[in-house]
């Protein structure tokens, strides 16, 4: 039997079960041999098109932007590849990844398989878990102290009343099964010609309240849920107050699922994803309304089920640029000295702060450190650069733009236009772009003219990143700092004169 086959820019690659294989990102073509496909074929969970010539079947893949692993089933058979771009490749991304992970931040993003699979990472768990556990577990706690009922019609077939007669169902059961439900009889109610018959059965409607709700099946689903993550991330943590916090959710969250009001909800609730719409107690009980809050907030709530088993690999697909910027947030802060402000990269503004910087990630800027212009007018905008770092003593700022993109070892031109689109909305004539070069790390570029400066900053995970950078920065910050003209704390005659000649507004 043929194995299938991987046709790639300048290269033909064949797959083999368990062993996964890496090609160049671009256009793919998998060939599979159509007499092996068991009539079945899917590509990252999805069943892809499919083109048939003679005994192949032809499967396109658009990879030109990826970098990760992808899967590849034909009947029970598992293929794994790899797509690299031509930036940091697969390792650089574990590169970085193993640098927020060393670094005194938690990396938040989540990580997911290319068809939606979530990489269970202890990192990411733990800042989930940070964040809205406690919330979480109050909520459930309130609910099974007072869970709301539901009152639930039930339909039996009995030969003595039982509740309301259902008529409907009694005539589709009489219908069906005559000879066995039917019995002659003078006064009968059913009539078949000329004869009357009674029914030996009929179908009764009868009500009940139980606390079996879809509302009480995702409180239970949550628990048992964050039981699960406490158990993955306790495996990965020393003692400490992390592993304090952890071991005491997990304690609520089991001592939870085994009182007495939410034991009743069959087991089967604590496995399956409940659905993601909101039922009416979530929509008007606070307390649902808290739980189906922390459901949403779930990577497991966009495909991903508890009972799945940890794979060990991971797809950076779609995350490449969010790694990256990161990277480039952390890198700075950690070699200029600046602690960050919560666990979660970016969970506070500034992300990073010290008595003399102030760093804010991917975020609109307070107006007292930098505003656009278009901030005083009826149509303010909301730009949000990757980095920007704020010397409080004398207000000064330094921008600096992240883009995982490259033009061999130097940036490409999208990306130079796009960070001088900042530069012209803040009113600042200097500005940093930070790229990952194709092969080394060349010095710093500065493209200067008429007062501008665009400097160009090669940035990859390398062992000596730490030490590259803290040479660099000194002389970087001398030509990047600058005195923003626009902030609602106008510092000197300077700053006044510029945001007085401020166009007005159009109204």
């Not at 009500?207 to 991330?233: C, E, G, I, Q, Y």
């Not at 495909?303 to 991971?314: D, I, M, Q, V």
């Not at 940036?411 to 530069?423: C, D, G, I, N, V």
């Amino acid at each position: 039997m043929r194995p299938p086959e991987i046709v790639a820019p300048g290269a033909v690659v064949v797959l083999q079960p368990g062993a996964p294989v890496t090609v160049p990102s671009g256009a793919l073509t998998i060939v599979i041999d159509a007499a092996s496909s068991a009539g079945v074929v899917r590509l990252d969970g999805r069943e892809p098109s499919t083109r048939r010539v003679a005994d192949l079947l032809l499967v396109s893949l658009d990879a030109t932007r990826s970098a990760g692993f992808h899967r590849l089933a034909i009947g029970p058979t598992t293929y794994l590849f790899a797509t690299e771009d031509s930036k940091v490749k697969l390792e650089g991304i574990e590169q970085m990844l193993r640098y927020l992970r060393g670094s005194c931040t938690w990396w938040s993003g989540q990580l997911f398989f290319s068809d939606g699979f979530v990489l269970m990472d202890a990192h990411v768990i733990y800042g989930w878990l940070d964040e809205h556990a406690d919330a979480a577990i109050a909520a459930a706690d309130s609910i099974a102290r007072a869970a709301l009922s539901r009152r639930k019609i039930v339909r039996m077939v009995s030969s003595a009343p039982r509740g309301r007669l259902d008529v409907p169902a009694t005539l589709r059961i009489l219908r069906a099964n005559p000879r066995d439900l039917l019995q002659p009889s003078e006064r009968g109610s059913v009539a078949l010609g000329a004869a009357t018959y009674s029914p030996r059965k009929a179908v009764y409607r009868a009500s009940h309240l139980t606390l079996d709700s879809p509302s009480n099946r995702r409180v239970v689903w949550l628990l048992a849920t964050l039981s699960t993550f406490t158990a993955h991330v306790l495996q990965a943590l020393d003692d400490g107050p992390e592993r304090e916090r952890c071991e005491g959710w997990q304690r609520r969250a089991l001592r939870l699922l085994a009182s007495p009001p939410l034991v009743t909800i069959p087991f089967a609730a604590r496995l399956a994803p409940p659905p993601s719409a909101p039922t009416a107690e979530e929509q008007t009980d606070r307390r649902y309304a808290a739980i189906f809050h922390t459901f949403l907030s779930l990577p497991e709530s966009r495909g991903w089920s508890a009972s799945e088993a940890l794979r060990p690999l991971y797809s950076y697909v779609q995350q490449s640029d969010v790694i990256y910027q990161a990277f480039v947030a952390t890198a700075l802060a950690q070699t200029l000295g600046i602690p960050p402000t919560s666990p979660n990269l970016g969970m506070k503004q500034p992300a990073f702060e010290s008595r003399e910087w102030a760093l804010y990630y991917n975020v609109v800027p307070p107006p007292a450190v930098l505003r656009t212009w278009r901030s005083y007018s009826s149509f303010p905008d909301s730009y949000r650069p990757d980095v920007l770092l704020h010397h409080k003593r004398t207000g000064q700022v330094a921008l600096i733009d992240a883009k995982y993109r490259q033009d061999g070892d130097a940036p490409p031109e999208s990306a130079r236009k796009e960070l001088l689109a900042y530069m012209a909305a803040y009113g600042i004539n200097r500005a940093a772009l930070a790229f990952p070069p194709r092969t080394t790390m060349p010095k710093p570029r500065a493209i200067s003219a008429q007062g501008n400066s665009l400097i160009e900053l090669a940035l990859i995970p390398a062992p000596d990143v730490a030490t590259r950078l803290s040479e660099l920065l000194p002389n970087l910050l001398a030509q990047l700092l600058v005195a923003p003209p626009w902030r609602d704390r106008v510092l000197g005659e300077a700053t006044a004169s510029a945001v007085a000649r401020l166009p007005a507004p159009i109204p």
